[in-house]
T-cell receptor, first 110, second 112 residues
Framework: QQQVKQSPQSLIVQKGGISIINCAYENTAFDYFPWYQQFPGKGPALLIAIRPDVSEKKEGRFTISFNKSAKQFSLHIMDSQPGDSATYFCAASKGNQFYFGTGTSLTVIP | DTGVSQDPRHKITKRGQNVTFRCDPISEHNRLYWYRQTLGQGPEFLTYFQNEAQLEKSRLLSDRFSAERPKGSFSTLEIQRTEQGDSAMYLC??????????FGPGTRLTVT
């Protein structure tokens, strides 16, 4: 049973465009929602994270929007760059267990 | 390099053999996690240590899997009697606080 559902599976965006990746969860006990970026052959790297008492968090070009009532959260990458091309994972956590989405492969075309 | 390191980076083994992986967390990180990642999927939680105590263990972790962190520093993950379904990337992560996890590069296991 997938605890966190992520879409789309893949995404192609023009340089300078906005990349949007969505995630949904069911378990209301989750209290921490991070996003990770993973390049081929590397481990995931924490990008940005949010807690459910906040509806939005922005760090540079990356923004998380969080909708607690809908149990959804999304990652927005503004002014997408070719260097952003990677796989992105959302995750949700309760206690010390993290549940990851299935990933979104982002390609930013120059 | 002061990040999380894992050894070996790649391991090819025959079905039925035992394998052991090592993870060296970032110095002073008291929290250590093991995850498994298969191609096209997100990491799946396996187990969590706080210092030397194994506090959480996934139901995914069969009896063939065992993890240790004897002195609260490095950790080992052993898989006994490997099966082809064990082929995956095994990731280690460490943190000082929940919410600041750093992942290592992983050990890719191939069981033939």
């Amino acid at each position: 049973q997938q605890q966190v559902k992520q879409s789309p599976q893949s995404l192609i965006v023009q340089k300078g465009g906005i990349s949007i990746i969505n995630c949904a969860y069911e378990n209301t006990a989750f209290d921490y929602f991070p996003w990770y970026q993973q390049f081929p052959g590397k481990g995931p790297a924490l990008l940005i994270a949010i807690r459910p008492d906040v509806s939005e968090k922005k760090e540079g070009r990356f923004t998380i929007s969080f909708n607690k009532s809908a149990k959804q959260f999304s990652l927005h990458i503004m002014d997408s760059q070719p260097g952003d091309s990677a796989t992105y994972f959302c995750a949700a956590s309760k206690g010390n267990q993290f549940y990851f989405g299935t990933g979104t492969s982002l390609t930013v075309i120059p | 390099d002061t990040g999380v390191s894992q050894d070996p980076r790649h391991k090819i083994t025959k079905r039925g053999q035992n394998v052991t992986f090592r993870c060296d967390p970032i110095s002073e990180h008291n929290r250590l996690y093991w995850y498994r990642q298969t191609l096209g999927q997100g990491p799946e939680f396996l187990t969590y240590f706080q210092n030397e105590a194994q506090l959480e263990k996934s139901r995914l972790l069969s009896d063939r899997f065992s993890a240790e962190r004897p002195k609260g520093s490095f950790s080992t993950l052993e898989i006994q009697r490997t099966e082809q379904g064990d082929s995956a990337m095994y990731l280690c992560a460490s943190s000082l606080d929940r919410g600041s996890e750093y992942f290592g590069p992983g050990t890719r296991l191939t069981v033939t």
